[in-house]
């Protein structure tokens, strides 16, 4: 299979997201420190509790791809899935 093919599989495949579940159902199930993607009716969002309890809630929809990010708990931020962007954190 060519490179082109291979990539467009995998872009194809990141759309996906769209369709299941969230990580968790309810913030109540992240903890201080931590973040999830969260379903909300048809759309999908990045929500993550500081050390202090206080939540953060942004669209988890890249305004560029349209495709979902990822909670990257590593570095406590959203990441692209298997594209090269930089990492960016949460409420930037």
């Not at 909300?40 to 969002?45: D, E, Q």
């Not at 509790?49 to 953060?56: A, I, P, Q």
């Amino acid at each position: 299979m060519s490179e082109f093919a291979k990539e467009n599989l995998n872009v194809a495949n990141q759309y996906l997201d769209w369709i299941t579940p969230g990580e968790v159902k309810s913030t109540d199930e992240i903890e201080p420190g931590e973040g999830a993607i969260l379903r909300r009716g048809m759309t999908k969002v990045a929500v993550c509790r500081d050390d202090d309890g206080k939540l953060t809630e942004v669209s988890a929809v890249c305004p560029h791809l349209g495709c979902i990010v990822h909670w990257n708990g590593a570095e406590l931020g959203l990441s692209l899935p298997r594209v090269a962007v930089p990492r960016r954190r949460l409420g930037d």
